[in-house]
C-alpha cells in the first residue's frame, strides 16, 4: 500500500524517500544513533504532504528566502520564516507544504524514546513536544545551530558531542515550552484524544479495538495509549467499556 494512504507511521527513512530532493548532508553517514540530523536544499517552487512520523520532527531554516504556507493537523499558517527560526511537528501528525524561492534548512528527527527518557528524568513527564509553526527560541536556536555546523565539518568525538547536543536540544524544548505555567499537552495531543472519543461516542453499539483507534489518529497502539492517559487521566480500556 501507500505509504501516503496507509495509517502506519513512516520511518527517517521512507520520510528521505518522498522529500522533493535528496539530503546535502546526513548524519545517518557520521553514524549518530541518537537522532538524525539532514541538511535539505529545497527547490524554488514546490509543494509536499508530509504524513505522520515515527519521529518527533525539528526543522531548522537556515537561510530561506522563501514565502512557505504550511498546514499541520488542520491549521494552516503562512509567512516567510527569518533565518535562524524553526519549527516543531510532533510525532503522529500530518503537515502539507507550499512554497515558492530557494532556502535551505535543516531537519532534526528525535525519537519517541529520547523525549520520554529525558522527560521522565526532569520530572517533567511530557509526552510529546506542542506544534510549534514558527519560534526564534535562543537557547533552542543556539542548539540547532551547533547541531548543523557538526553535521557540515565533523570535528573530534563528533558523535559523542552531537548526541550530547541531542539530549540539551530536547532538555531545551521541554525547560521552554512546559514551564510550570505552561500546557502540558500538545494542541497535536488534544486533537487526536477528541477524535478518538468521537469515534467512540458514535459506535458505542460496535467492538472498538485499541488497534484501530490508534490507526485513526495515526499513532501506535502503544503511544496512543500514553497519550489517551496522559490527556484523560483514565487508561483507554476503561473507556471503551
Not at 527513512?13 to 553517514?29: F, Y
Not at 519521529?55 to 491549521?75: F, G, K, Q, V, W
Request: contains cysteine.
Amino acid at each position: 500500500m501507500d505509504s501516503l494512504r496507509s495509517n502506519r507511521l513512516l520511518t527517517p527513512d521512507e520520510l528521505q524517500d518522498i522529500l522533493p530532493a535528496p539530503p546535502a548532508a546526513s548524519s545517518t553517514l557520521l553514524d549518530w544513533s541518537e537522532f538524525r540530523a539532514e541538511r535539505q536544499n529545497a527547490p524554488i517552487e514546490a509543494e509536499f504532504t508530509q504524513p505522520p512520523l515515527t519521529h518527533h520532527l525539528l526543522i531548522y531554516y537556515l537561510y530561506p528566502s522563501a514565502t512557505l504556507e504550511r498546514c499541520i493537523d488542520n491549521r494552516t499558517e503562512r509567512s516567510s520564516p527569518p533565518p535562524g527560526s524553526f519549527c516543531v511537528i510532533p510525532v503522529g501528525c500530518t503537515a502539507k507544504w507550499r512554497w515558492q524561492g530557494e532556502f535551505d534548512l535543516l531537519n532534526i528527527l528525535l525519537p519517541v524514546e529520547l523525549f520520554s527518557k529525558i522527560s521522565a528524568e526532569s520530572g517533567s513527564n511530557t509526552i510529546a513536544p506542542p506544534i510549534i509553526f514558527e519560534s526564534s527560541e535562543p537557547l533552542i536556536q543556539s542548539t540547532l545551530s551547533l547541531i548543523n555546523n557538526e553535521l557540515v565539518s565533523p570535528s573530534f568525538a563528533n558523535k559523542i558531542y552531537a548526541e550530547s547536543l541531542a539530549n540539551l536540544l530536547v532538555v531545551n524544548l521541554i525547560r521552554t515550552f512546559f514551564t510550570a505555567n505552561s500546557v502540558s499537552r500538545s494542541k497535536c495531543s488534544n486533537h487526536k484524544i477528541s477524535s478518538a472519543l468521537d469515534y467512540i461516542h458514535e459506535h458505542l453499539a460496535e467492538d472498538i479495538s485499541l488497534s484501530k483507534l490508534a490507526a485513526l489518529v495515526h499513532l501506535s497502539p502503544f503511544y496512543f495509549s500514553r497519550v489517551f492517559k496522559k490527556g484523560t487521566g483514565f487508561r483507554i480500556s476503561v473507556s471503551l467499556l
